[in-house]
């Protein structure tokens, strides 16, 4: 008897009992449903997280200065002239200096819970932002200390001043700052809580804002993504001399963070789809106890098979192929569920959840290895059956 008669023949067994092999299915397509749905949230998830870093640059190297253990100091000038120095590694530094300050625009009653960041000319570089309206911070800005500020294009939208941003004023800490320039919008310029709600400052008035002596925080722009770490290694090597102490500092390239992340991300998807794949260990066994139930079931039709001259290999093949196809239609559904449940989890959480290809491939090979390997026990038993004891089964 051929592969195709034994596949039908193992349909048409199925179709006799469909609650049966409904139930038999069932921890198949749990099992199948439960690693497709987690891996794709796992990969929406790492997708989410590589476009957030990407977004920040992937070619930013941040650098931290706590200057513990040491009275030097590396200021802003020596960091400037380090990124000269090392411009075949080094595209664009800025200093980052985070203000805490009330924010207020012109004609407002009320504070708007905005960013406040001093940053230097070349922050739209290190950003890789773009500017839609007026002009981004200049060096005379910076060297004078105006009170100027770039903003993003929420300000620009028309919950603040519809359109005419440029020119407006905002109020900070109370001193009045004349908004020189918008940014072009990046996700929803109406959504206050968004990115593109945000204003940068010259880093020399943010520093007197902060009260802070010294800058302690730089963002490097490397020039490509193969000098990220040459460009990371050259500033350790400096900051090293400076201090003498590696606690001084810290140099972090986000590329290092995201591969860390990604790989951390992998290891607990994985992880999370083995536990669930347990539920395809226990189908297998429901369908290794079925399986044998039914060869008790037909030991008169075995008997009568061998009579007419059958083999035990054909015995064997056909409840293999029985127990394989029953896997198989229980992969199929729950592939089905898992593609199903992930894109009803992707909307719920506003995330990428697409299932892989290979999380499917994956999915049905294991369902369908484990028809035939549960299924071979109750098949060997079937093959061994000896025709007169068959015949004489009631």
């Not at 207020?104 to 290190?126: A, K, M, Q």
């Not at 593109?196 to 302690?216: C, E, H, K, Q």
């Not at 959480?349 to 369902?367: D, E, F, K, Q, R």
Request: proline share 2%; charged share 20%; glycine share 10%.
């Amino acid at each position: 008897m051929g592969i195709g008669q034994s596949f039908i023949l193992a349909i048409k067994s199925l179709l006799n009992n469909k609650m049966r092999a409904f139930l038999t299915m069932l921890g198949i397509i749990i099992g199948v449903g439960s690693v497709i749905l987690i891996m794709s949230l796992g990969n929406g998830v790492t997708t989410e997280i590589s476009d957030t870093f990407e977004s920040m640059g992937t070619r930013t190297v941040s650098v931290t200065l706590m200057g513990r253990g040491s009275n030097r100091t590396f200021t802003d000038d020596e960091m400037y002239e380090f990124a000269e120095e090392n411009s075949d590694v080094i595209k664009a530094v800025t200093p980052t200096v985070n203000v805490s300050a009330t924010v207020r625009p012109e004609r407002w009653n009320e504070n708007l819970s905005t960013s406040i960041t001093g940053v230097g000319e070349d922050w739209l570089t290190v950003k890789t932002y773009e500017t839609a309206r007026g002009r981004f911070i200049s060096y005379m800005d910076i060297y004078a200390r105006n009170k100027v500020c770039f903003v993003g294009a929420y300000f620009d939208s028309p919950e603040v001043y519809n359109g005419n941003a440029v020119g407006s004023t905002l109020k900070i800490n109370g001193d009045v700052y004349t908004i020189i320039g918008v940014a072009e919008e990046i996700t929803d310029a109406s959504d206050e809580d968004g990115s593109d709600n945000f204003a940068v400052i010259p880093y020399t008035v943010a520093a007197r804002l902060s009260r802070m002596g010294n800058i302690n925080s730089y963002t490097l722009i490397s020039v490509s993504d193969e000098t990220v770490n040459a460009a990371k290694q050259r500033m350790s090597n400096r900051l090293y001399e400076n201090y003498g102490d590696e606690d001084a500092y810290a140099v972090i390239a986000l590329a290092e963070i995201l591969d860390t992340v990604t790989e951390i991300m992998d290891t607990l998807v994985t992880v999370i789809a083995a536990i669930a794949a347990i539920s395809l260990l226990v189908g297998g066994i429901g369908i290794m106890n079925i399986m044998l139930v039914s060869v008790t079931e037909r030991t008169r039709e075995i008997g009568i098979r061998k009579a007419l001259g059958a083999k035990r290999r054909d015995i064997k093949s056909q409840f293999v192929i029985e127990a394989m196809t029953t896997s198989l239609i229980g992969g199929v559904f729950g592939i089905l569920l898992g593609v199903f449940g992930a894109r009803i989890a992707g909307k719920l959480m506003n995330m990428p959840a697409v299932p892989s290809l290979s999380s499917i491939v994956l999915s049905v090979g294991i369902s369908v290895g484990i028809g035939v390997l549960f299924g071979y026990l109750p098949a060997k038993k079937a093959s061994e059956l000896n025709p007169i004891d068959a015949l004489h089964h009631d």
